[in-house]
């Protein structure tokens, strides 16, 4: 039997943007267990939910991470509505929606420029993110802010969005279809990408819903799983349809989210083609009193957002479920067998948000 | 529809080798920063009330606000820029202005303090709300405008009560009242 | 599609049979969330199942009283190790035998169950 030896891997690793930290056992250069340990960045944001009001949390569910926070606060706001039974106005579930779109374009891209670095394609990785600043722009120019919009509150949107803006977003969203072509050529046809995350981290699918996996982790597997198809907020109005791949490697992944911005795309078009005008907010008075789990697709996967309210202005108990929580242990499970030298990119397929997990 | 491509990327790479760059050379090149931008608070003192709203509504508590000495203060390290003091503010004083707060070596607090004004004014915004039942129609208007959620109104019951602790005199329901029937004066 | 999301309350006895019909049901797991009742006497533990097909959700809510103490699910879904984690060191829930226990250390925190309510 060959020697077994321990490796730690992170906190602080070239491809991490976030602190997690692994011990890899490993026989030779196979690994064959890994023990995940996070608890870096744990700040305690569920808690604060019993200090804070309940209108004034949104701008902490917000925080808890810079680039799921479009995601979050519309999701802590839909939880909020559905305890109070609140209906928002269509012109705010549609404004929701074209800011969350948004937000899953530039989190993918900047997924893609993550794993392009992680393979050592260094032009790759600056073509994905000088592409992402556009939409980085597009938010700035909506809401004023880069990353955390705090736009969202309960019942409805604080700003508007008026047609002179819209028709930018839509001008913006042709231009990215075309600068997104050569990239997407790159991700999914050269020879270098493809020797790198072919045949890489293969989960069945029946392993991946086993395992827990959400987002494009699950549907990388086969399994066609995308809450927007419940259709909240605006998508009960557009068409939706499930991306997925079948092959469960690195290189499937990819492939979802790559199909996904194409798709994000398509969704923006339409939804600012059918926005109808009205009001953007309605106004909210009384305490939530009741609970609710409400699951929104943030661009990691399903994230859940558990509300229980007691009739006060603090509630009881607030839950955040995130993508990345669910898919460290098939992410363990994918890393036993493996190479040490594929780790990196394998834990970057699941596109790890830390500070999301810990809260 | 997948094949297997070798140079996919070069002819996008010699591309960027002659094109100008995509970034601005800041910060000899300032920044175009757009309308909406979020970037700082800043305060129309003489409109102020010194409610203290947008201190108990600030989630990173960067607000002090002191009611007798007529302050207003911010923590410019501690404010977040998320915009929840201007959306409450019943007075409208707070906007949200283009721009970043420069960096220091250390957290600061900016104190604005409320200019003296002449008696007549102040006996307007000041004091608590008293409402004439002669004049009262029990609309609930001033009950909805209400920032702090302050006044009870029963139109059946014909009852107008004020919750003094929870009411910070912004005179809100004064302006709003339709029969005029509500003074800043208790 | 209809958000078909319901919460069932069941108790100690059939908690266990249940989680084994889920697995055996191919239900995957979303989320266990510990709530602090009683002003931290005792806890609902909500485990909440998902069919990916249809999209329907299963919330199951057990309520543990004053020491009361539950088993780990790790032997039927060992995915929820981390959450189970969570809930023992944020909340003091006490629950046996997980697999990969990491007795407090998942958070380096200094507090005892920051997360229960004081009374």
Redesign the interface.
């Known amino acids: 039997m060959a020697k077994r030896s321990i490796v730690p891997f992170g906190p602080q690793h070239p491809v991490l943007p976030e602190p997690v930290h692994l011990d890899l056992i490993l026989e030779d250069e196979t690994v064959v267990g890994a023990v995940p340990s996070i608890g870096f960045i744990h700040r305690g944001l569920e808690k604060l939910v019993e200090k804070k009001d309940y209108k004034q949390y949104v701008y902490i569910a917000e925080r808890v991470c810079g680039i799921c926070s479009v995601g979050h606060g519309i999701g802590y706001c839909e939880a909020v509505e559905k305890v109070m039974d609140v209906e928002v106005p269509t012109r705010a579930d549609y404004l929701r929606t074209i800011w969350m779109e948004l937000s899953r374009l530039h989190s993918h891209l900047l997924w893609l420029g993550l794993l392009a670095d992680a393979m050592g394609f260094e032009s790759l990785f600056m073509d994905s993110w000088r592409i992402r600043e556009k939409i980085l722009d597009m938010f700035e120019k909506t809401t004023g802010s880069r990353l955390i919009l705090s736009v969202v509150c309960v019942g409805g949107v604080l700003k508007d969005v008026d047609s002179g803006m819209l028709n930018e977003i839509l001008r913006v969203t042709e231009e990215l279809k075309k600068e997104m072509k050569p990239v997407i050529d790159t991700f999914l046809n050269d020879y270098t990408v493809q020797s790198r995350l072919k045949g890489l981290g293969v989960m069945t699918r029946d392993q991946a819903v086993s395992a827990g996996a959400v987002g494009p982790m699950l549907r990388g597997s086969g399994e066609p799983y995308d809450v927007r198809a419940l259709g909240y907020a605006a998508y009960k109005d557009l068409t939706f349809e499930p991306v997925t791949a079948q092959a469960g490697d690195a290189y499937a992944r990819c492939e979802v989210r790559l199909k996904e911005i194409l798709q994000s795309l398509d969704l923006l078009r339409e939804a600012i083609e059918k926005i109808p005008e009205g009001p953007i907010s309605v106004p909210v008075k009384g305490n939530p009193s009741g609970e609710y789990f409400m699951r929104i697709e943030q661009p990691r996967g399903e994230a859940i957002y558990y509300v229980k309210g007691n009739g006060t202005k603090f509630l009881d108990r607030f839950r955040l479920r995130t993508p990345t929580t669910s898919n460290i242990p098939p992410m363990v499970d994918m890393l036993k067998g493996c190479q040490m030298a594929d780790v990196p990119v394998l834990i970057l397929t699941i596109d790890p948000c830390v500070s999301c997990t810990e809260r | 529809m997948?094949?297997?491509?070798?140079f996919?990327?070069a002819?996008?790479?010699l591309k960027?080798l002659f094109r100008r760059p995509?970034t601005i050379g800041y910060p000899f090149q300032p920044v175009d920063?757009?309308?909406?931008?979020?970037g700082h608070i800043e305060i129309q003192i003489e409109d102020c009330i010194c409610c203290g709203l947008c201190m108990r509504?600030c989630?990173s508590s960067a607000l002090k606000v002191d009611r007798q000495a007529g302050t207003w203060a911010i923590d410019r390290f501690d404010c977040?820029?998320?915009?929840?003091c201007v959306?409450v503010c019943p007075k409208k004083c707070l906007t949200?202005n283009k721009g970043y707060t420069a960096p220091e070596t250390e957290k600061t607090w900016e104190t604005f303090k409320k200019p003296e004004q002449p008696k007549t004014e102040t006996a307007a915004a000041g004091g608590k709300p008293v409402m004439d039942p002669e004049k009262c129609v029990y609309c609930t208007l001033c009950a909805?405008k209400c920032p702090q959620?302050a006044l009870t109104v029963d139109r059946k019951e014909k009852i107008w009560k004020l919750d003094s602790e929870a009411c910070v005199a912004c005179g809100l329901c004064a302006s709003a009242c339709p029969k005029k029937a509500i003074e800043m004066k208790g | 599609m209809e958000d078909r999301n319901e919460i069932r309350k069941i108790t100690m006895a059939q908690f266990f049979p249940y989680i084994v019909r889920m697995k055996e049901e191919n239900w995957r797991l979303v989320q266990i969330c510990a709530v602090s009742v009683d002003d931290g006497k005792g806890y609902e533990m909500s485990y909440t199942f998902c069919n990916d097909p249809d999209y329907h959700m299963i919330t199951l809510r057990v309520e543990l009283g004053e020491g009361e103490e539950i088993a780990s699910i790790t032997q039927i879904y060992p995915c929820a190790f981390i959450q189970e984690n969570e809930a023992a060191e944020l909340f003091g829930v006490k629950i046996n035998h997980i697999n990969v226990d990491y007795q407090n250390k998942l958070y380096r925190i200094d507090v005892a169950a920051p997360f229960r309510k004081k009374g």
């Open positions: 997948e094949k297997t491509k070798v996919t990327y002819g996008t790479a960027n995509t920063y757009p309308e909406r931008m979020r509504s989630p977040v820029q998320c915009g929840y959306s949200m909805k959620g």
